[in-house]
């Protein structure tokens, strides 16, 4: 879908930010590129949408070269949303929602119809809030508004650069789940930048990490997590996600299994309890002086001289053995 070629991009300060940058993004696919503050992640999104050129190398989306298209023309196919929100104060919120399609001539009844869908997608009702002014909604709902704005013109692509980062924890959570949510309906290609690994994880079907204008490592999220490529990666994914989704995936035995703990085959009944008390666990392994296992029933002593193996036995049941 969309394609970059050996993109490199110097500005004119002569600051090389991006250096041979060659990816691709899949129809349909939640693409994240994540990285630490100046790797180059917006510098590459923005080109997208042509607010940045390259200094050299290509970018095609649909196999169609941009540099050859009408900016304007191919940002109304492109749906962008920023951290800062960015609606427009002295719009109300259905006319901000409506801005692209009514910049795109949409009839009047087909750009109402999709404001008030796009509202229910993401729980704001039409009749509440439409009539509102940016400033009279929370953070959270305003960039709900954001998010559905990007997608009114019924963009193939949508451009999402750090959206829910200036947002509480809270709502940035819910944001991501929505987000999940809604991507599942719509499966629009989205590029969607970010520093925070735990939202790449949450949200990506693959992750692109940048480090100095390079692309370091494109994979899904269990594969980088699974064999990252190099130590900088290991380092922004952390040890203790590394730890964790070992034990997700491969947990280890020693965490699944209570240990065992071993009695001598002439242990009598009271001792042993006294020893699963102590130990606190719900059975003990017979063994011989050599600490070989010993098959219970033949070996443990009877408890009850004289009593009939019927009664040994739920003696043993008793022990869980
Ligand atoms: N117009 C510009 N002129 C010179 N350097 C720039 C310009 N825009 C961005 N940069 C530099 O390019 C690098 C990448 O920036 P950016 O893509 O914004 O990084 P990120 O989004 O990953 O934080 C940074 O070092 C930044 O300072
Ligand atoms: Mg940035």
């Known amino acids: 879908m969309i394609e970059f070629k050996e993109v490199n991009k110097v ?11 060659t990816f691709k993004v899949e129809e349909g ?7 630490p503050s100046g790797s180059g992640k917006t ?9 940045i050129e390259p200094t050299k190398g290509t970018i095609t989306i649909e196999g169609k070269d941009i540099s050859k298209e009408d900016p304007v023309k191919l940002r109304r196919t492109i749906g962008y949303v920023i951290q800062q929100i960015g609606l427009l104060p002295h719009m109300t919120i259905k006319e901000n929602v409506s801005l692209v399609p009514r910049l ?5 009844e087909r750009y109402i119809d999709k404001v ?7 729980g704001l009702d039409p009749e509440m809030f439409g009539e509102r002014y940016p400033s009279e909604l929370s953070g959270g709902q305003q960039q709900r508004i954001g998010v559905i704005r990007a997608l009114a ?13 200036a947002l509480d924890p809270i709502s940035r959570e819910q944001l991501q789940d929505e987000l999940v949510r809604l991507q599942r309906d719509i499966q629009k290609t989205i590029v969607f930048v970010t520093h925070d690994m735990d939202e790449a994880l949450k949200i ?13 490592q494109l994979d899904t999220p269990e594969n980088i997590i699974r064999r990252p490529a190099n130590e900088f990666v290991r380092s922004f994914i952390g040890e203790d996600r590394l730890q964790e989704s070992d034990s997700i995936s491969f947990p280890k035995l020693t965490k699944l299994m209570v240990p065992a703990v071993t009695a001598g085959e002439n242990r009598r009944l009271a001792e042993s309890l006294k020893m699963i008390r102590n130990k606190r666990v719900n059975s003990l392994v017979v063994v011989n002086d050599q600490n070989v296992f010993q098959q219970p029933a033949a070996r443990i002593r009877s408890p009850l001289p004289g009593k009939t193996s019927q009664s040994r036995r739920s003696w043993f049941t008793l022990w869980g053995i």
């Not at 510098?43 to 949408?49: F, G, S, V």
């Not at 795109?104 to 009047?108: A, F, G, L, S």
């Not at 008030?116 to 993401?122: A, R």
């Not at 079907?205 to 370091?216: A, F, L, P, Q, W």
């Open 204 to 216: 990506a079907d693959r992750i692109c990490i940048m480090k100095d204008g390079e692309v370091v």
């Open 153 to 165: 013109a019924e963009p193939k692509i949508i451009l999402m650069d750090e959206p829910f980062s």
């Open 116 to 122: 008030d869908e796009l509202m229910h997608m993401v």
């Open 29 to 35: 696919e939640l693409l994240v590129l994540i990285g």
């Open 104 to 108: 795109m001539k949409w009839k009047k």
């Open 43 to 51: 510098t590459t999104m923005r080109m997208i949408n042509r607010l």
């Open 11 to 21: 500005f004119r300060d002569g600051f090389h930010a991006l250096k041979n940058i």
